[in-house]
């Protein structure tokens, strides 16, 4: 088995280091939420989305320190995986839950408001760990200049700070932009791969939406 080749601690020293704790955050509420969900709307028991978030927030903050960046990033993408699969599974359940009336109105527009916060949390680490090859090889060079997203602080010219680069905020704010609008609003997307995440970001908001408001004028 091939061991992670454990990056110097020493080579960014220069630039500032992106903040993870906010990622951190946002990986755990979505655990959290998903536990707020009914039984019948969540995979295996309540607690579990938010027992193994637990255990990858761990596994992950003890590779970064210890500078193993390769076996980070492999384990974001795994945390990132099955939180966009639950989100699936369970936003399929409430679909099917809906015509058999098993289940108590309040209870689904409340599950249907909480896997609308999921989906605006999974796509914004989506965003975060994909663009410009993650937060750690965005630290490798002072500045965002090229990435997946065009944010406005890349194109202002002299009134942007040459070394701005963002932060797990600018995609969660992407990502909240992309789930009420359906569209990219001040940051288009220009590579491929980030197109195609936003158009399942938006599916997937427009068919909870799309529910709640069928729901909402059912039960008035």
């Given at each position: 088995?091939?061991?992670?080749e454990?990056?110097?601690?020493?080579?960014?020293?220069?630039?500032?280091k992106?903040?993870?704790w906010?990622?951190i955050?946002?990986?755990?509420?979505?655990?959290?939420v998903?536990?707020g969900?009914?039984?019948?709307l969540?995979?295996?028991?309540?607690?579990?989305?938010?027992?193994?978030?637990?255990?990858?927030v761990?596994a992950?903050?003890i590779?970064?320190?210890?500078?193993?960046?390769?076996?980070?990033?492999?384990?974001?993408?795994?945390?990132?995986?099955?939180?966009?699969?639950?989100?699936i599974?369970?936003?399929?359940?409430?679909v099917?839950?809906i015509?058999?009336?098993e289940?108590?109105p309040?209870v689904?527009?409340?599950?249907?408001?909480?896997?609308w916060v999921?989906?605006?949390?999974?796509?914004?680490l989506?965003?975060w760990?994909?663009?410009?090859?993650?937060?750690?090889?965005?630290?490798?060079?002072p500045?965002?200049?090229?990435g997946?997203?065009?944010?406005?602080q890349?194109?202002c010219?002299t009134?942007?700070?040459?070394?701005?680069s963002?932060?797990?905020v600018?995609?969660?704010?992407l990502?909240?932009?992309t789930?009420t609008a359906f569209?990219?609003?001040?940051?288009p997307?220009?590579?491929?791969?980030?197109?195609?995440l936003?158009?399942?970001q938006a599916?997937?908001s427009?068919?909870?939406?799309?529910?709640?408001?069928?729901r909402a004028?059912n039960?008035?």
């Open positions: 088995m091939a061991v992670p454990r990056i110097n601690s020493k080579e960014n020293q220069d630039y500032p992106e903040p993870r906010l990622a955050t946002a990986m755990l509420a979505t655990g959290l998903y536990a969900l009914p039984s019948k969540s995979v295996g028991p309540d607690w579990l989305l938010l027992a193994v978030m637990g255990a990858i761990v992950t903050v590779s970064h320190r210890v500078g193993y960046h390769g076996a980070d990033k492999m384990i974001g993408y795994a945390a990132s995986a099955i939180l966009t699969l639950a989100l599974w369970s936003l399929g359940l409430l099917a839950a015509p058999k009336h289940i108590d309040k689904l527009l409340r599950s249907a408001v909480a896997l999921t989906n605006v949390l999974v796509f914004a989506w965003y760990r994909l663009d410009g090859g993650g937060p750690h090889e965005r630290e490798k060079v500045g965002h200049k090229e997946a997203f065009l944010f406005p890349m194109s010219g009134i942007s700070d040459p070394d701005w963002p932060n797990f600018d995609y969660l704010f990502a909240f932009n789930s569209s990219p609003t001040d940051t997307a220009l590579s491929a791969w980030a197109k195609v936003m158009m399942i599916t997937i427009l068919t909870v939406l799309a529910l709640l408001a069928a004028v039960i008035l």
